[in-house]
């Protein structure tokens, strides 16, 4: 019972930053972590970053590791995906998502809920 809307994608200039945005709706004081995942045209998707609600542990793809920050709002009913130094190879469909349970934080199947993605164009 948790809903998951993301906003903030666009078309960037590579260097620029970006900011998504990932906006949680129900059930959220059940969630374990958020995460957010990408998938470029052609594409299996793939783990960026994500966080632990309780805590605030994060975990970073190594290919975004320095560029991307994962964080939260003050109200916990935000996740938020900072970019910066962004890459054509960044371009993609960035999806937010939740688990109520994680063993593996990386793996898209430990998560419940999903948005319905941003798109994100970095041209060079």
């Known amino acids: 019972q948790v809903q998951l809307v993301e906003s903030g994608g666009g078309l960037v200039q590579a260097g620029d930053s970006l900011r998504l945005s990932c906006a949680a709706s129900?059930?959220?004081?059940?969630?374990?972590?958020m995460g957010w995942f990408r998938q470029a045209p052609g594409k299996e998707r793939e783990f960026v970053a994500a966080?632990?609600?309780?805590?605030?542990?994060?975990y970073y793809a190594d290919s975004v590791k320095g560029r991307f920050t994962i964080s939260r709002d003050n109200a916990e009913n935000t996740v938020l995906l900072h970019m910066n130094s962004l890459k054509p190879e960044d371009t993609a469909v960035y999806y937010c998502?939740?688990?109520?349970?994680?063993?593996?934080?990386?793996?898209?199947?430990?998560?419940?809920?999903w948005g319905q993605g941003t798109q994100v164009t970095v041209s060079s």
């Open positions: 998502a939740a688990a109520s349970s994680i063993v593996v934080v990386r793996a898209a199947y430990e998560y419940d809920y």
């Open positions: 129900g059930r959220i004081f059940s969630t374990y972590a």
């Open positions: 966080i632990r609600w309780t805590g605030g542990r994060t």
